[in-house]
């Protein structure tokens, strides 16, 4: 037993976290926000010759052949640097794709093809056969792309062409660009059951990777105002009112950390309460995140509300987060009904 | 990065479980203090006599001296077999043995170290005052130096199993007139000494191991001192890391097997409109929610103690898992009331639901004792995230 990090993960760490600050910096979310499209092309093309979407796919499946405890340190830093496009679900599209058997799909993924994902509504179906039916909302998807759906039990990838009144709809977080869409059976390019390759359960890892990044972002951010910003002569952080919910922020990151990386092994070695891990990563994760965030906009007072500061951007993306693989209701159910843990 | 023991600490996970199984005390734990007492020292003696006393002691003081993961597994098959809480045994073999260990003569060692593996004494802490709780460096009970011996006069306050201990590691001021840390000295105090009256003070829950300990002119041989006069302060310190991230294995096993059990409660029982309690789904929701905090505690635990098995200076990072123990421990027990529903009011010692209303009750200690919970938030702020003080 041992979760300290290795030199290889150290490695993923210190590049990936220098690639976004020079390539994909928080700024870009401004710089892009009126655009149609929230990916920069060239950081992306970049990302895909790093091998960032193929890390943990297997060596016989074209891929790095790492492990998702490692993709978690990958997803830590895309998530502390809100970096935009959609790194969670191409990552799981090149799985889905390689898993079903279409090596050439995976390849092109793997070397840049953009997957996005689909946000099922309360009457959104995947079939038995994978077909897609209802409506449902599109996050990151281009509209000649490929997105992908998810349910616990399999996960496929269809056309966003084979879908019909696919429209773009603004976004609480100016990170993401979402649609609205219909499918009426739309015929998946690729299917994978949950047995050949859980997708859901490493969706709910990585997603839960990115919203430790960004709670440990405003912990950071937090820390840094509290000790800086004076009023009454004193730096505000001398007060309790604002030391203990940077206190709680510290508690909750690491908290986070450690359950996503114990999820990510529990995957990694085929434990049977992967589920209940991974499901608890993303659960957990995802509040500890929203309330430290929430908590960052009030440390830094009237700046905190603007669009200008970086505050609401970790807010909002920490949502978007909460929301993927059934949002915290249905997971709350899902995990109220697996065995315990061993 | 891995979880899986190597099956040499599997082979141990065995042997401990096999060996807690067949030697778990099989009658209830008395709540009445001298029979507790008798209770808790007989089952560290049986500890002792097959060799699983003082798992994480040094060897050199008779400890088994078990690497850091086979002190988990230890700390995690002990809460899962239900063994008896430390309580009375935490002061000798958790914080005055420690300091003993690192501070003492090789003549205290030699004396009392045996006698904590072994079971033959209690031991409890006089650090607490009326006027000094969080603020612990300004306490007031006096010693003057007599000849070779020192006079001590004075008040300590919610020292545990004080009633019962026969020893008892005690702050006492030796010099008002340098800052407070400094005038402090650290000293074995042997309670059968004429002058001392331990007052019992009743607790929360009912129960009997608080005391409030009284001083008069209390003789103590200057040889008792430990780490020299005035040098108190950073022999009260030295411990602090001794558990390297253990301390709260135990607490956390209880919470995780809590949640499971409330959950099969909430199942198996009605509520008062007739249906299954879990169907009420805020409870069902609370119910799931705890079960992932309670993972990631858990998980943060492995995280730790794989840390520490790194290094010997282990960080503020127990301040955390203090912090986070406590308040789920509040929350959990919270919870139980709400499963049992109007069953919790019933009195404590008549129903057997009883085990749930007192864990509730105690729960609230769990933010006071041994630092309270906005003290550990100091700590983090200020040392982990470099807050001004
Ligand atoms: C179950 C239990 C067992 C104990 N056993 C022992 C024992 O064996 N021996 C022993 O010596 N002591 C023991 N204690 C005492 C314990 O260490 C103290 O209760 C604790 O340190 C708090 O001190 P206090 O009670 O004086 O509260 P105070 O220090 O007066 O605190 C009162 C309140 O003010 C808050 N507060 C104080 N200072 C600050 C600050 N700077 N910032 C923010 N908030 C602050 C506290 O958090 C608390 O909420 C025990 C306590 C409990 C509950």
């Not at chain 1, 892009?32 to 943990?56: K, Q, R, T």
């Not at chain 1, 908590?295 to 609401?312: L, S």
């Not at chain 2, 059968?192 to 829950?205: L, N, Q």
Request: one cysteine or more.
């Amino acid at each position: 037993m041992d979760l300290t990090t290795s030199p290889e993960q150290d490695e993923i760490i210190s590049s990936s976290a220098a690639f976004l600050r020079d390539r994909l910096p928080i700024t870009r979310i401004r710089a892009l926000f009126d655009e149609p499209s929230n990916v920069d092309d060239a950081a992306w093309s970049g990302a895909a010759e790093l091998g960032w979407f193929v890390l943990g796919l297997p060596e016989a499946l074209g891929g790095v052949g790492f492990g998702l405890a490692d993709e978690v340190h990958l997803f830590r830093e895309i998530g502390r640097g809100l970096a935009t496009g959609p790194f969670l679900s191409s990552v799981l599209g090149a799985r889905v794709a390689a898993f079903a058997g279409d090596a050439a799909l995976a390849e092109a993924i793997g070397g840049g093809q953009r997957v996005g994902i689909v946000i099922p509504g309360s009457s959104t179906l995947i079939g038995a056969d994978g077909s897609l039916t209802g409506p449902l909302q599109l996050l990151d998807c281009e509209p000649d792309g490929l997105a992908l759906a998810v349910a616990p039990d399999q996960a496929v990838l269809v056309r966003v062409a084979d879908l019909t009144g696919v429209a773009a709809v603004p976004c609480i977080d100016p990170g993401v660009r979402l649609r609205r869409a219909e499918a009426a059976g739309a015929v998946p390019v690729a299917r994978v059951t949950a047995d050949v390759d859980p997708i859901q359960r490493r969706g709910h890892v990585l997603a839960a990777a990115m919203l430790v990044g960004i709670n440990e972002a405003v912990r950071d951010l937090s820390a840094e105002h509290a000790k800086n910003r004076f009023q009454f002569d004193k730096p505000i952080g001398v007060n309790q009112a604002i030391k203990h919910p940077c206190a709680d922020m510290a508690v909750r990151a690491q908290l986070g950390y450690a359950q996503s990386i114990f999820a990510a092994v529990a995957t990694d070695e085929g434990r049977d309460d992967a589920d209940y891990h991974a499901i608890s990563a993303h659960l957990t994760a995802a509040e500890y995140a929203d309330i430290s965030a929430a908590a960052t906009v009030q440390i830094m007072g009237g700046m905190g509300f603007t669009f200008e500061h970086d505050a609401h951007l970790y807010c909002k993306r920490a949502f978007v987060l909460g929301q993927l693989f059934g949002g915290a209701s249905s997971q709350l159910g899902r995990l109220l009904d697996l065995p315990s843990a061993r | 990065m891995d979880l899986a023991f190597s099956s040499e600490d599997n082979d141990f996970r065995d042997e401990v479980r096999t060996w807690m199984n067949e030697n778990a005390p099989r009658d209830r734990r008395p709540r009445e203090l001298v029979a507790m007492r008798e209770f808790d020292l007989a089952w560290q003696r049986r500890q002792y006599d097959a060799g699983w006393a003082g798992i994480g002691w040094p060897e050199q003081f008779g400890g088994r001296e078990l690497p850091l993961t086979q002190q988990l597994i230890w700390y995690e098959e002990y809460a899962r077999t239900s063994l008896p809480p430390i309580d009375a045994r935490f002061v000798g073999l958790a914080h005055a043995g420690p300091t003993l260990m690192v501070r003492a003569t090789a003549e205290h060692q030699a004396f009392h170290l045996p006698k904590i593996l072994r079971g033959e004494v209690v031991w409890c802490q006089g650090f607490s005052e009326p006027e000094a709780g969080s603020d612990l460096a300004s306490l007031k009970t006096r010693a003057v130096v007599d000849g070779d011996h020192l006079v001590v006069t004075g008040q300590k306050i919610w020292t545990s199993f004080g009633p019962v201990a026969d020893y008892q590691e005690l702050l006492v001021r030796t010099d008002f007139d340098v800052p407070k840390h400094k005038g402090i000295t650290w000293v074995i105090c042997d309670m059968k000494s004429p002058g001392i009256e331990a007052r019992p003070i009743k607790t929360i829950e009912g129960g009997q191991e608080f005391a409030e300990v009284f001083y008069d002119e209390v003789r103590i041989p200057m040889s008792n001192v430990v780490g020299g006069v005035n040098n108190g302060w950073s022999v009260a310190m030295s411990t602090l890391s001794f558990e390297r991230g253990t301390a709260f294995t135990v607490s956390q096993v209880q919470l995780s097997t809590s949640v499971e059990r409330l959950i099969e409660m909430a199942k198996s029982r009605t509520s008062i409109n007739g249906r299954p309690v879990i169907d009420d789904e805020a409870l069902a929701k609370k119910l799931a929610r705890a079960r992932a905090d309670v993972a990631a505690l858990r998980s943060l635990t492995y995280l730790n103690i794989s840390r520490n098995a790194r290094t010997d200076q282990p960080g503020p990072e127990g301040s955390m898992l203090k912090l986070q123990d406590a308040d789920l421990t509040k929350r959990v027990y919270k919870l139980a009331l709400e499963v049992l529903g109007t069953r919790s009011l019933a009195n404590p010692e008549e129903e057997d639901d009883s085990y749930w209303v007192d864990r509730h009750l105690l729960s609230y200690s769990s933010s006071i004792g041994g630092g309270t919970s906005e003290i550990q938030r100091n700590i983090i702020a200020e040392r982990v995230l470099g807050l001004p003080r």
